[in-house]
């Protein structure tokens, strides 16, 4: 049997979406957005198989297709992506995975901490604030910053209440995501390697989730707190 992959009609259908983002042309072609998403899952699923090779996924979400426009000046009611978010076994392990598929070369893959809550981003920062050795020698690893490169996400633009603004970690304590992307043309994403290139990708953040999962799993004496 063939690997999976995302087809190259799924760019396509996105593409159309996109020019016809109105709910009677997406009643008209449903039928083959339903072949695309079945498609688009039998691919997510071998991501998380593959993940689970070296990690251990506790849950997938594939992202609906519809947009919630309640509270949105955008009013257009149908997302032009696929969307799919892997979560860690908690508690031991911390962070999740993110593959994007959209067409027009806005593919990316993500990785890391979208939105730590208050305790977990009060840890982080005393961690860095005690000691930013360790996160910096992960952050400046050749290999590791070929693929992921650096942080990006939210930050805040002075010190956090309680925090020296003139701490030598202060890059990292005034961060208030701690997330990694990865960008895909089109034709990297229909490609036969696609899968195999996210799986490498996400392998080798292992090292920034092993020490985070420490982190956030003590105190900030090393004792457990699990």
């Known amino acids: 049997m063939a690997t999976p992959k995302f087809s190259k009609e799924i760019l396509d259908f996105f593409k159309k979406l996109e020019k016809n983002n109105d709910r009677d042309w997406f009643n008209e072609h449903k039928p083959e957005f339903k072949k695309l998403e079945a498609n688009a899952k039998h691919a997510y699923k071998q991501i998380s198989e593959n993940l689970n090779k ?19 000046k955008n009013k257009l009611p149908y997302k032009t992506h696929f969307g799919g978010s892997f979560s860690r076994k908690k508690p031991e392990l911390r962070g999740g995975y993110y593959v994007h598929i959209q ?4 593919s990316f893959i993500a990785t890391g901490f979208w939105d730590p809550n208050k305790d977990d981003l009060l840890r982080i920062r005393r961690e860095f ?8 020698s992960i952050l400046s690893n050749k290999k590791f910053k070929a693929i992921w490169g650096d942080f990006v996400g939210d930050e805040l633009k002075t010190a956090p209440r309680d925090f020296d603004k003139e701490h030598p970690a202060i890059d990292l304590i005034r961060k208030k995501q701690f997330i990694f992307t990865k960008k895909y043309t089109d034709k990297e994403v229909i490609s036969e390697q696609f899968i195999e290139d996210i799986d490498a990708s996400f392998k080798a953040i292992k090292p920034f989730f092993d020490y985070m999962s420490d982190v956030l799993t003590t105190n900030l004496n090393g004792e457990s707190i699990i």
């Open 129 to 136: 604030e005690q000691d930013d050795e360790e996160i910096r």
């Open 103 to 106: 067409p027009n070369n806005e």
């Open 54 to 72: 070296h990690d251990v996924i506790d849950g997938f979400k594939l992202f609906r297709i519809y947009r919630d426009v309640r509270f949105s």
